[in-house]
């Protein structure tokens, strides 16, 4: 076919350049056909209970399995998708999927990232509304996760952007929290119900005497502050213990599990996550 061929072209272009440019440019045409034929899926990482024992969530993580490259990581393709006026598109993709199949979940919540794109657009409470009354969910059981990107461009609209949403009566989680140039100042400055304490953080639990002293502070800050408390990116028992001692709220990482397709999460939630990494659990 003509798109076939259209594309063997642009693979065959690309393969002779190195250039960043060029290498954005093919991300973002193979992105748009990736949009237009469903190429996209999403994944659910479970997150876990303070105890570490009880799954009562799951992050939605988009997925793209390009045909040439295999699988191309969020890392990369958002910030095409961003630069490239694709990002309503494709957090609109990602906010009814996830609706869709958290639906078979009831007892779980269900966290979804928006970008600063999203939360800019004037229309993005009329997509929320639309796609959890098309799902029947109850708002209460989805979190919107928010980075500090969002206050960049116009504090004030993002905010008031905020305040809408929890209208509706979703929460909304702070991710990433401590990296880049986060401060505390934000955690007042914006209307959220939850933080997310970067991996950064976690990863130092255990392998210094103060490894877990800032974190200790976190989360004791995002208590004292009235928000849920989780930490990202728990990788080890050590950690586990450690987040417990300092009252984290919930946890999420390999040690629990991996980021995972919809049904194996269903097969998850009957059987019930338990604290063991396996290197071999891959995404399906
Ligand atoms: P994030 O929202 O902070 O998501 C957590 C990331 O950490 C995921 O990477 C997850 O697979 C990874 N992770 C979870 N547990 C562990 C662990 O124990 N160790 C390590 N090393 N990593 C862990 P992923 O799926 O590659 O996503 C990366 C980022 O891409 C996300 O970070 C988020 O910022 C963005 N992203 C992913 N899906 C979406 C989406 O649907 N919309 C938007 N706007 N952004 C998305
Ligand atoms: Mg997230
Ligand atoms: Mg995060
Ligand atoms: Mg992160």
């Not at 969002?150 to 993002?158: G, H, M």
């Not at 009566?169 to 702070?174: E, P, T, Y």
């Not at 210094?208 to 990202?232: M, P």
């Amino acid at each position: 076919s003509a798109k076939k061929a259209g594309r063997g072209r642009i693979l065959a272009f690309h393969h002779g350049l190195e250039d960043e440019i060029n290498e954005r440019r093919f991300i973002e045409q193979e992105l748009r056909l990736a949009l237009a034929d469903g190429a996209l899926s999403v994944c659910y990482q479970p997150i876990v209970a303070g105890d570490g024992l009880r799954m009562v969530g799951a992050e939605a993580l988009v997925r793209w399995r390009h045909e040439v490259r295999g699988n191309i990581p969020p890392s990369v393709f958002v910030a095409v998708a961003e630069q490239a006026g694709l990002m309503i598109e494709l957090g609109d993709f990602v906010l009814k999927r996830a609706l869709a199949d958290a639906r078979e979940w009831p007892d779980l919540f269900i966290a979804i990232n928006l970008s600063p794109i999203q939360v800019r657009d004037r229309g993005l409470v009329r997509s929320v509304a639309n796609a959890l009354e098309d799902s029947g969910i109850e708002p209460s059981r989805v979190v919107l996760e928010i980075t500090e990107g969002v206050l960049i461009d116009n504090p004030e609209e993002a905010k008031q952007r905020l305040k809408e949403l929890r209208a509706l009566g979703v929460k909304i989680a702070l991710d990433d929290f401590g990296s880049g140039y986060s401060s505390l100042s934000y955690l007042r400055r914006l209307p959220i119900d939850k933080l997310k304490i970067d991996r950064e953080f976690v990863a130092p639990l255990g392998r210094s005497a103060n490894g877990g002293v800032i974190l200790q502070a976190i989360v004791a800050l995002g208590r004292a502050l009235g928000l849920s408390v989780l930490a990202e990116g728990v990788e080890t028992e050590e950690q586990r213990l450690l987040l417990r001692l300092a009252g984290c709220d919930e946890m999420q990482g390999y040690l629990f599990a991996r980021p995972m397709p919809a049904a194996a999460l269903l097969d998850a939630t009957r059987r019930g996550v338990q604290a063991s990494p396996d290197p071999a659990a891959g995404e399906g």
